[in-house]
């Protein structure tokens, strides 16, 4: 059974950069069946895509975010990363990983998130 | 790119239907069978409930049905439980790799 882990600082001060990774367990993150993703939930506000790597090194972001957002991945270590630069608190939110099947372009298994502030 | 639009709250009665719609446009909704929904109960992680349009995961209820006209995609969950108390989000491919999510709907069980 495939599971995600999200890991990284709660507290990023503003204009720094925010960086998180994401463990997959159970599963290879080299199956060529999945995109690697990373969604984000402001406080009581609704979700929004980040981006999302394949095994490869082939990224794909937000428009709203590109110019801030680097998605990277390790196969060695099962692990993929987000770095997100210049941040403000209009970033603090709850980051989510999740995988998301290329066969029927969905997000179906997820993280259990990680808060984070910035401040 | 902008959210798709989904009504803030739904309610029912236990054993009644709720609908949930999720309006966008032809670059994203209308434009894609890609649509899929999310139940996100509080402090948790969110759930696929619906995928491609009408398709459920395996272990989803068969109580919960997804369908899709013109821009505006549609959640009925029929014979609602307690359990389905949560808020529920759509999601859409929006061509070019790119993803787009609902608002959100906060569905009550009276």
């Known amino acids: 059974q495939v599971q995600l882990q999200e890991s990284g600082p709660g507290l990023v001060k503003p204009s720094q950069t925010l960086s998180l990774t994401c463990t997959v367990s159970?599963?290879?993150?080299?199956?060529?069946?999945?995109?690697w993703s990373w969604i984000r939930q402001q406080p009581g506000k609704g979700l929004e895509w980040i981006g999302y790597?394949?095994?490869?090194?082939?990224?794909y972001y937000n428009p709203s975010l590109k110019t801030r957002v680097t998605i990277s991945v390790d196969t060695s270590k099962n692990q993929f990363s987000l770095k997100l630069s210049s941040v403000t608190a209009a970033d603090t939110a709850v980051y989510y990983c999740?995988?998301?099947?290329?066969?029927?372009?969905?997000?179906?298994?997820w993280g259990q998130g990680t808060m984070v502030t910035v401040s | 790119q902008s959210a798709l639009t989904q009504p803030p709250s739904a309610s029912g009665s236990p054993g009644q239907s709720v609908t949930i719609s999720c309006t966008g446009t032809?670059?994203?909704?209308?434009?894609?069978?890609?649509v899929s929904w999310y139940q996100q109960h509080p402090g948790k992680a969110p759930k696929l409930m619906i995928y491609?349009?009408?398709k459920r995961p395996s272990g989803v209820p068969d109580r919960f049905a997804g369908s899709k006209s013109g821009n505006t995609a549609s959640l009925t969950v029929s014979g609602l439980q307690a359990e389905d108390e949560a808020d529920y989000y759509c999601?859409?491919?929006?061509?070019?790799?790119?993803?787009?999510f609902g608002t959100g709907t906060k569905v009550t069980v009276l």
């Open positions: 999740a995988r998301e099947a290329t066969a029927n372009i969905a997000f179906d298994i």
């Open positions: 159970g599963g290879s993150i080299s199956s060529g069946s999945y995109y």
């Open positions: 790597i394949y095994y490869s090194g082939s990224t």
């Open positions: 032809s670059s994203d909704v209308g434009g894609y069978n890609y």
């Open positions: 491609e349009v009408s």
């Open positions: 999601s859409s491919y929006a061509g070019s790799n790119n993803f787009v």
